[in-house]
């Protein structure tokens, strides 16, 4: 079974930047979609940011431009660099894979999740 391990969360300062982690183990997926989502306090989870083994990418309006989303696959680790943070970019990110190209935003298409990682950005 695929395991997920997301790091480098932490809290800022509005205008900072984070950089997320998130290892793969056990990955064995030729085709897939991984994606970042977030859920904060009395929202619900949201996708961020996605890329597929394509290399296409997608983000949600509200990053674009500011988050980036990459892969290195030699060492079978997903990031999310994200700049310019605003308070509302608050939450816990998970990041989240399915055996499939396609990147759907719906969370319920996802089979595999990790554990999250807290990012907090203050005003």
């Known amino acids: 079974q695929v395991q997920l391990v997301e790091s480098g969360g932490g809290s800022v300062q509005a205008g900072g930047s984070l950089r997320l982690s998130c290892a793969a183990s056990?990955?064995?997926?030729?085709?897939?979609?991984m994606r970042w989502l977030r859920q904060a306090p009395g929202k619900e989870r949201e996708g961020v940011a996605a890329?597929?083994?394509?290399?296409?990418?997608y983000y949600t309006d509200s990053v674009k431009g500011r988050f980036t989303i990459s892969q290195d696959n030699a060492v079978n680790t997903l990031f999310l660099q994200m700049n310019s943070l605003k308070p509302e970019d608050t939450a816990m990110y998970y990041c989240?894979?399915?055996?499939?190209?396609?990147?759907?935003?719906?969370?319920?298409?996802?089979?595999?999740w990790g554990q999250g990682t807290q990012v907090t950005v203050s005003s």
């Open positions: 056990r990955f064995t997926y030729s085709r897939y979609c």
């Open positions: 989240a894979a399915r055996a499939n190209t396609g990147c759907p935003t719906e969370t319920e298409w996802y089979t595999d």
């Open positions: 890329i597929n083994s394509y290399g296409s990418t």
